[in-house]
């Protein structure tokens, strides 16, 4: 059984919460006392009917408020696959949460209310979608009960969304007429929408082909730890612990070590349940090499004809979500792979407008989560590849030295 | 020659991911530690930390929250199974937290010494200068769990601040922080119920025995199967009786339930998770009954 990773983006008011609600009610994966405490809670607070969106909102202030504060993370499973759900909130800190929980997304669901169609922050959630190269996108227009189950309204929303999604980077589109409440096309496909040939939402999830999406031709690994045992049957033992990042190692193939560019063959790719044949992202293993060569935290093992940019000098696009705006000319903690560094801001190159995508080159910084291009530059050289080639190996993250926040993802290009 | 497909299944990609994680954490952290309770999650992390620095030992010692009511199987599991991995095992006695006045514990019928984990867990991390502590929690036990970080920032007095979390991104992991702060780290927080149990079963991993069925002296209270013990005796009204049960979660004796199974092997502990309508802690904790908020209540102040 194979993991898909779905992000959802939407606000309140579209029903996402019931979406996904229903998502799990359908699937059997809600367990009868969190139904019936979110009976419970519902019948208190005089909701017309089970509020599904209860399942998610965990925290006190999110019910006392009515509000999504945070990514919650949702599972389930059917006989296919095993689906992990990042609800990210449509409102406060939107960029931020959706950024988060794209991050890692194979596939991102974006959903509009049929009655009021493609709005300002749909086309913001598609555009961080393919920002953050998530392969598939799925656009559900829900709440087809509400305008009696129109093909002309879907076809109109569709065709809308269809031409803005043309100018932005996505690999895979699909638009689903649903209602998350009365369920139709969510789980199984409604009989109310007999013009709609498609498949239901759950169903498109579970074929969704996402083999395709890795990297398997650029070989990358980064060495997280270096395993030496010290022990009396594995006394000489070095190995090079770390997960694949990209591509497929085997024993035998020929390496170079970054950043010292010393070459060398891997003797063995290791597990505690025996050596493997290949591995390949995102795999754990150790990795033996015939060479006694030093290697520590940090560096990189790739092949020698096909090996990643090396430099202090790192152009990217950048989400900051920090609560202080950036400072130009400012140092933060740069973390890449397994390699942690200091950087400084050099140059915002420009802010990107997410609704508009138009790019104003004046902007003095960048604030809480807008978005920008950005020239830095690193204490010691990073091992790169661009993001869209490689999500792993082209992704970073700034942290404020200070406070230790988390204040920007970065992405290079 | 057929053509591979490189994929990983569900489990694969579980284990890969907390490997990850182990290894992050033992490169980055000066003194990290991983809480073991005995309980089924924290001997699957037990497990997965010794892949991840195989065949080197574990890199860092075994820290147990004890509250003092322990079933007996489980601390001779603990210590049989602590030896066999060759790590250090300190324990942190909510037992001493009391003799020592440093805490006072309820009485009456209804007593629980699970709020006074946490004195005791933050006093052992303090003691040892922990800056990283590995729990077993998922993010699909409980509601306030769901929003929790694999890295949760705690500052100096152990709290938590849910609507202040670091954005997580990618697996870059930001683990930096003060002096006296300290992360707590979750590996197993993509995991469900069932994975453990499917994991469990493909690994083969020895559990203590309650986690599978057995004749037991119970009684029953507010809903749930409890276990008479020196620790708690039922009351007028609430009769023994002799039932077959086993265990879903391991906590302290005087407030984890049993359910009634007949599940006596891995494998048929697989189909009934599979099947069952109640979550794991609402079926068998008596503690996360208090209130709709309890969970996020005590995390606030530093639990688990």
Same mark, same amino acid.
């Given at each position: 059984?194979?993991?898909?990773?779905?992000?959802?983006?939407?606000?309140?008011?579209?029903?996402?919460?019931?979406?996904?609600?229903?998502?799990?009610?359908?699937?059997?994966?809600?367990?009868?006392?969190?139904?019936?405490?979110?009976?419970?809670?519902?019948?208190?607070?005089?909701?017309?009917?089970?509020?599904?969106?209860?399942?998610?909102?965990?925290?006190?202030?999110?019910?006392?408020?009515?509000?999504?504060?945070?990514?919650?993370?949702?599972?389930?499973?059917?006989?296919?696959?095993?689906?992990?759900?990042?609800?990210?909130?449509?409102?406060?800190?939107?960029?931020?949460?959706?950024?988060?929980?794209?991050?890692?997304?194979?596939?991102?669901?974006?959903?509009?209310?049929?009655?009021?169609?493609?709005?300002?922050?749909?086309?913001?959630?598609?555009?961080?979608? =393919?920002?953050?190269?998530?392969?598939?996108?799925?656009?559900?227009?829900?709440?087809?009960?509400?305008?009696?189950?129109?093909?002309?309204?879907?076809?109109?929303?569709?065709?809308?969304?269809?031409?803005?999604?043309?100018?932005?980077?996505?690999?895979?589109?699909?638009?689903?007429?649903? =209602?998350?409440?009365?369920?139709?096309?969510?789980?199984?496909?409604?009989?109310?929408?007999?013009?709609?040939?498609?498949?239901?939402?759950?169903?498109?999830?579970?074929?969704?082909?996402?083999?395709?999406?890795?990297?398997?031709?650029?070989?990358?690994?980064?060495?997280?730890?270096?395993?030496?045992?010290?022990?009396?049957?594995?006394?000489?033992?070095?190995?090079?612990?770390?997960?694949?990042?990209?591509?497929?190692?085997?024993?035998?193939?020929?390496?170079?070590?970054?950043?010292?560019?010393?070459?060398?063959?891997?003797?063995?790719?290791?597990?505690?349940?025996?050596?493997?044949?290949?591995?390949?992202?995102?795999?754990?293993?150790?990795?033996?090499?015939?060479?006694?060569?030093?290697?520590?935290?940090?560096?990189?093992?790739?092949?020698?004809?096909?090996?990643?940019?090396?430099?202090?000098?790192?152009?990217?696009?950048?989400?900051?979500?920090?609560?202080?705006?950036?400072?130009?000319?400012?140092?933060?903690?740069?973390?890449?792979?397994?390699?942690?560094?200091?950087?400084?801001?050099?140059?915002?190159?420009?802010?990107?407008?997410?609704?508009?995508?138009?790019?104003?080159?004046?902007?003095?910084?960048?604030?809480?989560?807008?978005?920008?291009?950005?020239?830095?530059?690193?204490?010691?050289?990073?091992?790169?590849?661009?993001?869209?080639?490689?999500?792993?190996?082209?992704?970073?993250?700034?942290?404020?030295?200070?406070?230790?926040?988390?204040?920007?993802?970065?992405?290079?290009? | 020659?057929?053509?591979?497909?490189?994929?990983?299944?569900?489990?694969?990609?579980?284990?890969?991911?907390?490997?990850?994680?182990?290894?992050?954490?033992?490169?980055?952290?000066?003194?990290?530690?991983?809480?073991?309770?005995? &309980?089924?999650?924290?001997?699957?992390?037990?497990?997965?930390?010794?892949?991840?620095?195989?065949?080197?030992?574990?890199?860092?010692?075994?820290?147990?929250?004890?509250?003092?009511?322990?079933?007996?199987?489980?601390?001779?599991?603990?210590?049989?199974?602590?030896?066999?991995?060759?790590?250090?095992?300190?324990?942190?006695?909510?037992?001493?937290?009391?003799?020592?006045?440093?805490?006072?514990?309820?009485?009456?019928?209804?007593?629980?010494?699970?709020?006074?984990?946490?004195?005791?867990?933050?006093? &052992?991390?303090?003691?040892?200068?922990?800056?990283?502590?590995?729990?077993?929690?998922?993010?699909?036990?409980?509601?306030?769990?769901?929003?929790?970080?694999?890295?949760?920032?705690?500052?100096?007095?152990?709290?938590?601040?849910?609507?202040?979390?670091?954005?997580?991104?990618?697996?870059?992991?930001?683990?930096?922080?003060?002096?006296?702060?300290?992360?707590?780290?979750?590996?197993?927080?993509?995991?469900?119920?069932?994975?453990?149990?499917?994991?469990?079963?493909?690994?083969?991993?020895?559990?203590?025995?309650?986690?599978?069925?057995?004749?037991?002296?119970?009684?029953?209270?507010?809903?749930?199967?409890?276990?008479?013990?020196?620790?708690?005796?039922?009351?007028?009204?609430?009769?023994?009786?002799?039932?077959?049960?086993?265990?879903?979660?391991?906590?302290?004796?005087?407030?984890?339930?049993?359910?009634?199974?007949?599940?006596?092997?891995?494998?048929?502990?697989?189909?009934?998770?599979?099947?069952?309508?109640?979550?794991?802690?609402?079926?068998?904790?008596?503690?996360?009954?208090?209130?709709?908020?309890?969970?996020?209540?005590?995390?606030?102040?530093?639990?688990?």
């Amino acid at each position: 059984m194979e993991m898909l990773r779905v992000a959802t983006a939407g606000s309140v008011d579209d029903g996402k919460s019931t979406l996904i609600g229903r998502l799990l009610y359908d699937t059997k994966s809600i367990f009868t006392d969190q139904l019936e405490a979110v009976e419970r809670t519902s019948a208190a607070r005089g909701d017309e009917y089970t509020n599904l969106a209860l399942l998610t909102d965990g925290l006190r202030a999110e019910r006392e408020q009515g509000i999504t504060i945070d990514v919650a993370y949702r599972y389930f499973a059917t006989p296919k696959r095993k689906f992990i759900i990042a609800d990210t909130p449509g409102h406060i800190q939107y960029t931020r949460n959706m950024v988060t929980g794209a991050s890692t997304a194979n596939a991102a669901l974006i959903l509009v209310d049929a009655r009021k169609g493609i709005l300002e922050q749909s086309r913001r959630h598609a555009f961080l979608a =393919s920002l953050l190269r998530v392969p598939h996108l799925v656009l559900c227009v829900n709440k087809m009960d509400l305008v009696d189950y129109d093909q002309g309204v879907f076809d109109a929303i569709a065709e809308e969304f269809r031409h803005f999604a043309a100018k932005l980077e996505i690999g895979d589109l699909t638009v689903i007429p649903v =209602s998350a409440l009365a369920g139709d096309n969510v789980v199984t496909r409604s009989a109310n929408m007999p013009w709609y040939e498609g498949t239901s939402l759950l169903h498109h999830l579970e074929e969704l082909h996402i083999a395709s999406d890795r990297n398997l031709i650029d070989a990358r690994f980064p060495v997280q730890y270096v395993v030496r045992p010290f022990s009396g049957a594995h006394l000489d033992y070095r190995g090079y612990a770390g997960q694949v990042a990209g591509g497929v190692f085997k024993p035998g193939d020929d390496v170079v070590v970054l950043p010292s560019g010393l070459p060398s063959t891997i003797a063995a790719i290791e597990t505690m349940d025996g050596p493997v044949d290949e591995a390949f992202a995102p795999m754990s293993v150790t990795i033996r090499l015939t060479d006694e060569i030093d290697i520590s935290r940090g560096d990189m093992i790739c092949r020698p004809n096909n090996q990643p940019a090396v430099s202090q000098d790192v152009d990217a696009m950048v989400c900051w979500m920090g609560d202080e705006p950036m400072r130009p000319g400012g140092k933060y903690a740069i973390k890449h792979t397994t390699r942690s560094a200091r950087t400084m801001v050099k140059g915002l190159r420009y802010r990107l407008d997410v609704n508009t995508l138009h790019r104003d080159e004046q902007a003095p910084t960048l604030t809480l989560n807008e978005i920008g291009r950005l020239n830095l530059r690193v204490t010691a050289p990073l091992f790169t590849d661009p993001y869209r080639t490689n999500r792993t190996t082209g992704s970073f993250i700034l942290v404020d030295e200070g406070t230790n926040a988390t204040v920007a993802a970065g992405m290079v290009l | 020659m057929t053509t591979p497909i490189y994929e990983l299944s569900h489990l694969d990609a579980l284990e890969a991911e907390s490997v990850h994680v182990f290894r992050e954490v033992a490169a980055e952290f000066e003194k990290p530690v991983l809480l073991f309770s005995g &309980g089924k999650d924290s001997i699957v992390m037990l497990h997965l930390a010794q892949k991840a620095f195989w065949p080197a030992r574990i890199p860092f010692p075994v820290m147990h929250v004890d509250t003092g009511h322990n079933f007996p199987e489980v601390i001779e599991y603990r210590d049989r199974r602590v030896a066999e991995a060759g790590v250090q095992l300190i324990v942190a006695s909510v037992q001493e937290a009391i003799d020592n006045g440093k805490v006072t514990e309820q009485t009456g019928p209804r007593a629980s010494r699970n709020p006074l984990q946490t004195v005791a867990l933050l006093e &052992g991390i303090e003691k040892h200068q922990f800056d990283a502590a590995f729990g077993g929690a998922r993010r699909d036990e409980e509601k306030a769990r769901a929003k929790e970080r694999v890295y949760s920032f705690r500052d100096e007095f152990g709290q938590w601040d849910p609507k202040n979390q670091r954005p997580e991104l990618w697996s870059l992991y930001n683990g930096r922080h003060h002096r006296g702060e300290h992360i707590r780290v979750f590996p197993l927080s993509n995991w469900t119920e069932l994975d453990i149990w499917q994991y469990i079963g493909r690994e083969g991993i020895d559990l203590p025995s309650i986690y599978f069925a057995h004749q037991r002296e119970l009684f029953l209270r507010d809903g749930m199967l409890l276990w008479p013990n020196e620790h708690l005796q039922p009351m007028d009204g609430e009769e023994v009786f002799e039932q077959t049960v086993r265990y879903r979660t391991v906590g302290d004796v005087t407030c984890t339930g049993a359910v009634e199974s007949t599940a006596s092997t891995v494998e048929e502990i697989v189909e009934e998770v599979a099947a069952t309508h109640v979550t794991e802690r609402g079926a068998t904790r008596a503690d996360d009954r208090a209130s709709e908020a309890a969970m996020e209540d005590r995390k606030r102040e530093g639990y688990f």
